[in-house]
């Protein structure tokens, strides 16, 4: 059987509609609703850290860290002595990441042995770029077809195992390795720095990047969902041969300089060691339930509830990327958090990060990019004979439409949502298509969705497939 959606024009004729072909049978149909990405959803949410968020807590400033990992890039001379190190990458060019097993002796015993699952990001470090990741990453990505942001380099690579990178988030790469075991992975960037810079008059000063690793562990239910450990640095991405370029140029500037300044800066480093940082705020690396105080959304971290006590607001605060502010708001519930106005929160955190977690805990998300309404044509014929039996006007109908967001603009995003929208597998989906003029079927392609008017009004048909 198949599905068709079907466009009433405004003369009443039906012109235009989608039609979607599966062998199952159509009983038992009902509502699932899927769960969303992006960050790099709102990452590359996208979804992302500034250097705050990457240092840690004076009181752990001392302690050993269970893993290191070493960047074989050199950082740059020019870096105030406080600030954080910058390094520089050339686009596409492999790049060696050490992994290193920094435990003391019988300090985390159960991964002894065992694998665990490292997930490396490139995201923007930026505050401006991070509120806005999700709609940056798909600009580079209409851009760019085809491309990835973070590729892997798998025969260059030692004591990697099972290799991933999800067609669906170009920035993100994953693989296990045994901590006991020597482990290098080498990783290639394919974005430039330039690249998510506006454009004015040329010569635009690119940037930063973020390049994050999580580490995790196994549950009692093989996942890999514990959260061991995250570290960071910031780099930035030229065209090839441009990092060296920038790198010598640094270089020479510095040794222009006076001794005196040059004491205010760091040496360069022949490689770049991540600093420990928050773990990615759109990992779950925890298998409890929600909170109370927490209300689970689909699209985003959960919302903070009034209910929420100050231990629950804490962690709230660090999930979603505040852990600079969570001392300041130690002793604060949740009905104290929502209680604070606009202005109050820019007042405490400045205008960036104050506008970022008013919207959080008023719970505001990205409006999609598409919507659009459809309803099954079999159930307004129910409905229409229902109405005639009980001797209501014909011309009196009520339709139940149900709403479908897209975000990829894609004929396979399309098929998922209405897949989960009617409780079927998208496998039993053989195409889709849109009634035209003179009523012929035209194969939907991703131009096609692309082109839809936004809240526009469907009808579903169905047919047997060929």
């Known amino acids: 059987m198949a599905w068709a959606l079907k466009l009433p024009l405004s003369d009443e004729v039906i012109e235009s509609g989608l039609v979607q ?12 609703l899927g769960a969303g ?22 009181d752990t400033d001392n302690k050993v860290l269970p893993f290191q990992y070493v960047l074989c890039a050199a950082t740059s001379p020019a870096v105030k002595l406080h600030d954080e190190t910058l390094t520089y990458l050339n686009q596409g060019q492999s790049y ?33 770029l991070q509120y806005t990741e999700h709609q940056q990453l798909e600009g580079w990505r209409w851009n760019r077809p085809g491309d990835r942001i973070l590729d892997l380099d798998i025969p260059m690579s030692v004591g990697m195992i099972d290799p991933r990178a999800n067609p669906t988030q170009l920035n993100t790469v994953e693989f296990l390795w045994e901590p006991s075991k020597r482990t ?3 990783i290639q960037v394919h974005c430039i720095s330039t690249e998510f810079t506006m454009r004015k008059h040329g010569g635009e000063k690119g940037v930063p990047f973020r390049i994050q690793i999580d580490t995790f562990k196994e549950n009692e239910s093989s996942e890999y969902t514990e959260h061991l450990h995250s570290a960071s640095c910031q780099v930035k991405v030229f065209k090839p041969k441009g990092a060296d370029r920038k790198q010598k140029t640094d270089r020479e500037k510095m040794e222009k300089r006076a ?16 600093t420990e940082c928050s773990p990615w705020p759109e990992v779950t690396y925890t298998n409890n339930s929600p909170s109370p105080g927490f209300n689970s959304t689909q699209n985003s971290f959960p919302n903070l509830l009034p209910a929420a006590t100050p231990q629950d607001a804490q962690q709230w605060l660090l999930r979603n990327r505040f852990s600079p502010f969570s001392r300041l ?3 604060f519930s949740g009905a104290d958090l929502l209680k604070l106005t606009r202005e109050d929160v820019i007042q405490i955190c400045g205008p960036a990060d104050g506008i970022r977690l008013f919207n959080a805990l008023k719970g505001r998300v990205v409006r999609p990019r ?6 099954q044509e079999s159930q307004q014929a129910r409905d229409q004979q229902i109405k005639h039996e009980n001797g209501d006007a014909a011309n009196i109908t009520f339709f139940i439409y149900h709403a479908i967001y897209l975000e990829e603009l894609t004929a396979t995003e399309l098929t998922e949502k209405i ?34 008017q936004d809240e526009v009004c469907f009808v579903l048909d169905t047919m047997k497939g060929i």
């Open 259 to 274: 001794p005196q300044e040059k004491e205010k800066y760091q040496p360069s480093y022949e490689t770049t060691i991540l």
């Open 370 to 375: 598409l919507t659009i309404y459809v309803c």
């Open 184 to 186: 290098s992975v080498f």
């Open 96 to 128: 060696e990441i050490i992994m290193l097993d920094n435990r003391k002796i019988g300090e985390l015993p159960e991964i002894s042995g065992k694998m665990v699952k490292s997930i490396i990001r490139v995201v923007f470090h930026d505050r401006r």
């Open 329 to 331: 708001f130690t002793n």
């Open 21 to 32: 072909d599966f062998d199952a049978s159509l009983s038992g149909i009902g509502q699932e």
């Open 419 to 452: 897949a989960q929208l009617f409780n079927i597998s998208p496998r039993q989906i053989n195409q889709i298509f849109k009634q035209g003029p003179t009523g012929i079927h035209v194969l939907v392609s991703d131009e096609m969705i692309q082109n839809f």
């Open 37 to 58: 990405a992006y960050s790099m959803s709102d990452v590359l949410a996208l979804p992302i850290f500034k250097q705050e968020e990457s240092n840690l807590p004076s």
